[in-house]
């Protein structure tokens, strides 16, 4: 560790792993009631169960990206962080919010109230005081940042880091614009939905991994950012109006089924150029980085995103195929890659990367971590393929010959019995993973130990 306020991060890394456990343990019970449709149905139904396996993926992905910037803005700033008691403030709203969250979600209470109760909007049903708790840790965090930058060193990733997490934080102010029409609501609500993930996310997902690239590969700067000066240039382009592909049926004007179709389309190319581009640093690198599951995760990363929302996302995008396929298991097996290969495999990368640094422990329980990367990215490209047949079923029978959304349902079992197969590898995955991280390996210290430990080699 070169600064000392970078162990703020450890404090997030580990909030945010917490509610990753949470997160996936939910989907596996999500996954469960749709091969046991009862199964827990009058304590906590479905539709709750949902909604916390959703929404702490959000708050977990976020409070990911806090720490990453909690982590590499100090070397990046070449300065401490302004503020580290602004910083766990920060940290102290975001957990109180978590679990306000929760209990609202189980029990259900203050049903209809703006301020206390639950929103019905998929992923924006956090109370409306837990809304106001996110803008104001966001405005503590991009206080905190900007001005450790502002006094700092200036950098690319800095920048394009601080430009991505100032747009989350903006667009998360559409959390509030709610229309009572049902069609602007819609508009609106896929600001902050699509113009995250497609947008403002994917620079904060550049810059982490030409951070991660930098450490790792050891290639120049100047190449790095030149790299990520293209894939934020084809990112907003694309992304921006790329929105238009959630127009189509929602009673907007019919010109956006074309602007929809042709800029999503190009929305391949930013996840084309990250994969490319962690490649070519590879290829290029000049340094052999002790910490390998770290880089694992990163070319991971790149590859499952241009998979999972690059390949995933171009197939059901264009107006004649949404046409058919529009809500259906397609869109569920996109969403869970598209996630997992971007934001969650990233996040895992990165702290990959910094726990053992932070921890100041040189290279940990490295194999274990790649058995997990394995398994749980195993465990989700299985679930993607599964989905994608049992969505093509459901989109033959449901739109094609026009049956009844339950009797398709009732086709499907077989196929939501493997996906709960490849939800238990995917926990299996998180469970090593969080083990990988946090439970020291045993070593027998050698003779000579001391003097090699001075400096971290996995810094
Ligand atoms: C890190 C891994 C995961 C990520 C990123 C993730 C992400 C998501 C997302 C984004 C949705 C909403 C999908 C949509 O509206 O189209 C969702 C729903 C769901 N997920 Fe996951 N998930 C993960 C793991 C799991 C696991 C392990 C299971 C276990 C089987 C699971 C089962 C489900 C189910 C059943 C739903 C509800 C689908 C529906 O409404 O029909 N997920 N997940
Ligand atoms: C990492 C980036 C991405 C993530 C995390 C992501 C995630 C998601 C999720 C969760 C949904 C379901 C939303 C809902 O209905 O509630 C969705 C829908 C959709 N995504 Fe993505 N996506 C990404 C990138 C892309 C890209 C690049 C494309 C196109 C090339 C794309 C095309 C679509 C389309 C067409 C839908 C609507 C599906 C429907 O009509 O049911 N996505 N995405
Ligand atoms: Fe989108």
Redesign the pocket.
């Known amino acids: 560790m070169k600064f000392e306020t970078q162990k703020i991060a450890f404090a997030y890394f580990t909030f945010a792993l917490i509610l990753?456990a949470v997160?996936?343990t939910g989907?596996?019970l999500?996954?469960?009631?749709?091969v046991i449709p009862n199964f827990l149905s009058d304590i906590l139904p479905f539709n709750i169960i949902?909604m916390l396996?959703?929404n702490s993926?959000i708050v977990w992905l976020i409070t990911g990206f806090f720490g990453a910037a909690y982590f590499l803005v100090p070397e990046e700033a070449e300065r401490e962080i302004h503020s580290p008691l602004l910083a766990y403030i920060q940290l102290a709203i975001l957990v109180v919010g978590t679990i306000g969250v929760v209990i609202t979600y189980v029990f259900n209470i203050f049903e209809g109230n703006w301020l206390l109760g639950k929103d019905g909007r998929?992923f924006l049903e956090q109370p409306g005081w837990v809304k106001l708790g996110i803008v104001a840790a966001a405005l503590i965090f991009l206080y905190n940042i900007s001005m450790t930058v502002l006094k700092g060193r200036k950098t690319a990733i800095s920048n394009i880091l601080i430009v991505g997490l100032w747009g989350l934080a903006l667009l998360f102010l559409f959390a509030f614009v709610n229309p009572e029409n049902l069609a602007l609501d819609k508009q609106y609500w896929w600001y902050v939905v699509h113009l995250w993930v497609e947008g403002v996310w994917e620079l904060i997902m550049a810059s982490i991994l030409a951070y991660l690239m930098l450490k790792l590969t050891g290639v120049d700067r100047e190449i790095v950012e030149k790299w990520l000066y293209v894939i934020v240039a084809t990112a907003l382009f694309s992304g921006i109006l790329g929105t238009g592909h959630h127009y189509y049926w929602i009673g907007t004007p019919g010109y956006w089924q074309w602007i929809g179709s042709i800029f999503s389309s190009l929305e391949v190319i930013p996840f084309f150029a990250m994969m490319a581009f962690a490649f070519v640093m590879v290829w290029k690198g000049r340094r052999d980085h002790p910490n390998k599951a770290a880089l694992l995760w990163a070319l991971g990363c790149a590859t499952l995103a241009f998979f999972g929302a690059g390949v995933w996302g171009f197939l059901h995008t264009l107006h004649g195929v949404n046409y058919y396929t529009h809500g259906t298991?397609i869109?569920?097996a996109?969403?869970?890659l598209a996630?997992?290969g971007a934001?969650?495999a990233l996040n895992l990368a990165i702290m990959t990367y910094a726990m053992p640094i932070l921890k100041n422990r040189d290279p940990y329980n490295q194999v274990l971590n790649m058995a997990a990367f394995w398994l749980?990215s195993g465990?989700?490209v299985f679930?993607t393929f599964v989905l994608t047949f049992a969505g093509t079923v459901q989109t033959h029978l449901q739109r094609v010959r026009g049956e009844d959304y339950m009797s398709v349902q009732a086709e499907l079992p077989l196929f939501m019995w493997m996906?709960?197969g490849?939800?238990v590898a995917?926990?299996l995955g998180v469970l090593l993973f969080l083990y990988a991280i946090f439970v020291p390996k045993k070593e027998i210290i050698k003779p000579g130990k001391q003097v090699a430990e001075a400096t971290n080699p996995a810094e």
């Open positions: 990753f997160q996936v989907g596996l999500a996954g469960l009631v749709y949902r396996h959703t993926l998929e298991q869109t569920a996109h969403g869970h996630f997992f934001y969650v749980m465990g989700m679930m996906r709960f490849a939800g995917v926990v």
